[in-house]
């Protein structure tokens, strides 16, 4: 018997089968009803007393290690043989579906807007992120010491000095760093929608973020009138909102501006008549906008005698929050696909 045992032991260990069929073969012989390892087992029973202590103790050993030898194989095969289908492409492996992605809220939003300025004649600019302090304040008419080139508000990469430099290199706090940029290059008639991210440091919360997106508005040609903004923006109002909204303009200032406004759009949700979303109001501010102020246009080498020209900004985070009735701003930037999925069927 222990002959017996010493060969199907060398058996186990020199069995190297290439199909999964083999294993099974293999595992039928030895342990199977009939196997040879179970007759084995059958034939200890009548062993001598004084042999069964060393015989048993042989007899285990090799049925553990012929059932970890089959068992490792069978999943070393497996995966051989998986590999070899997928090089092979095996057509008859289940297909993986993909998975369609769907447009973020800020870019649906967005694209609406600068499709609304599309059809007024628009075309779209755009700028560096990171700017210098001439296009994001000085060309703009920030005065040194106007509090919005703080360092609580912008995030400096480079200072010249302890005051404030054209020369500083900041993080564009505002789009209207493009407005500055599309007026050095080109002539009037001037109509741009310019897009993008903006940064500012502020704690996050429901309704601020260090990073946001803004759509900056230009449009300068001769005779420009504070009408012909008034018509543009109730327009774009409509177009974004719905046919039943209205706008309403309040005084407001802007260092780049005279006059500067402050526009409302009608609440959609309570249709003006007044609840928690516009506090009671009926109305819900949406943009900053005004008259070009002849210093900017100045500034950038447009004569403020003959042209003039009006500008609007707006955030997208708050446009699309209103439009959507999102309540918590950062809702868009954790990208959690449950929130990302609501927007699959929208436009
Ligand atoms: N840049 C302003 C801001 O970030 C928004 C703004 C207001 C832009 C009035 C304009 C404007 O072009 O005319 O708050």
Sequence with gaps: ?????????????AFAPKTTAEIEEFRIRLLGKKGELTALMEAFKGVAPELKRELGQKLNALKTAALNRINALREEVGRAAELQAAAAGDLT??????????RHPISLVKNQIVEVFAR??????????????RHVFTKLNFAPE???????????????GEEPSADDILLRT?????????M???????????????FRNEAISYRAHCIFHQIEGLYI??????????????????EIFGEQARIRMRPSYFPFTEPSAEVDVSCNLCGG??????????????????????NVLKASGIDPEKYSGFAFGMGIERIAMLKYGVRDLRLYFENDVRFLHQFDKAL
């Design 174 to 182: 505002h789009t209207s760093s493009i407005q500055v940029r599309t």
């Design 146 to 160: 106007h509090p919005a080139r703080d360092m609580q508000d912008t995030f400096f990469i480079e200072r010249r």
């Design 221 to 238: 040609d001769e005779g420009v009138s504070f009408a012909d903004m008034k018509q543009s923006l109730l327009y774009f109002a409509k």
């Design 273 to 294: 008549k007044g609840c928690a979303v516009c506090k009671g109001t009926g109305w819900l501010e949406i943009m900053g906008c005004g008259m070009v102020d002849p």
């Design 120 to 133: 007024l004649g628009y075309t779209v600019a755009e700028g560096p992120e990171i700017e210098d302090d």
């Design 93 to 102: 492996r289940p297909g993986s579906a993909e998975e369609l992605g769907s």
């Design 1 to 13: 018997m222990i002959d017996k045992i010493n060969e199907l032991s060398r058996q186990v260990e």
């Design 184 to 198: 050095e290059h080109r002539k009037p008639p001037i109509r741009v929608i310019c897009p993008g991210r903006v």
